[in-house]
T-cell receptor, first 112, second 110 residues
Framework: EPEVTQTPSHQVTQMGQEVILRCVPI?????FYWYRQILGQKVEFLVS????????KSEIFDDQFSVERPDGSNFTLKIRSTKLEDSAMYFC??????????FGPGTRLLVL | EDQVTQSPEALRLQEGESSSLNCSYT??????LFWYRQDPGKGPEFLFT???AGEEKEKERLKATLTKKESFLHITAPKPEDSATYLC???????????FGKGTSLLVTP
């Protein structure tokens, strides 16, 4: 069964450094999403992406964040200058359109 | 503003002891309500989508129902492998972002 994959599974970085989180969505899906979950808190929406454009974003998704689909398979989330409060699990999700979003296993980001 | 409230926060059941989890929501216009299961350190795993009041979906020991204000996830004769956090999320007509509740942490003991 096709699934969303994410790399790396864990990332440790120093405050102020740039990080890129990578996702390979399910192959015939057209809509891509990033969510985050701070430890002990709820899953929060960051951004959705369709047809090489951001279609929706939350207040969390400020100028420090960017997304890109650099080729036909990868979808990335870049954090330009990480802060301590960016420490969280980051989940990628995808779907074909107006239905269920399928989530990846997540990248655990720790900012020191 | 859309809101999703799940109760209880935590639930401990004996194996075979049926119960229900609640998800209350307020949304400007409901596109869909989703139930996911999340194991520790893992991503949410899809269970059900409900679109309109009165709709019901079943899968093995789980049954999800929907009214205009809340959804229930009924667990019949649970087993220890049903232990997980169950997440409810709503999607409004204004977009495709999922708005999650904080989840119910379920522990089923033998």
């Amino acid at each position: 069964e096709p699934e969303v994959t994410q790399t790396p599974s864990h990332q440790v970085t120093q405050m102020g450094q740039e990080v890129i989180l990578r996702c390979v969505p399910i192959s015939n899906h057209l809509y891509f999403y990033w969510y985050r979950q701070i430890l002990g808190q709820k899953v929060e929406f960051l951004v959705s992406f369709y047809n090489n454009e951001i279609s929706e974003k939350s207040e969390i998704f400020d100028d420090q964040f960017s997304v890109e689909r650099p080729d036909g398979s990868n979808f990335t989330l870049k954090i330009r200058s990480t802060k301590l409060e960016d420490s969280a699990m980051y989940f990628c999700a995808s779907n074909r359109g107006q239905e269920t979003q399928y989530f990846g296993p997540g990248t655990r980001l720790l900012v020191l | 503003e859309d809101q999703v409230t799940q109760s209880p926060e935590a639930l401990r059941l004996q194996e075979g002891e049926s119960s229900s989890l609640n998800c209350s929501y307020t949304v400007s216009g409901l596109r869909g309500l989703f139930w996911y299961r999340q194991d520790p350190g893992k991503g949410p795993e899809f269970l059900f989508t409900l679109y309109s009041a009165g709709e019901e979906k079943e899968k093995e020991r789980l049954k999800a129902t929907l009214t205009k204000k809340e959804s229930f996830l009924h667990i019949t004769a649970p087993k220890p492998e049903d232990s997980a956090t169950y997440l409810c999320a709503v999607q409004s007509n204004s977009g495709y972002a999922l708005n999650f509740g904080k989840g119910t942490s379920l522990l089923v003991t033998p």
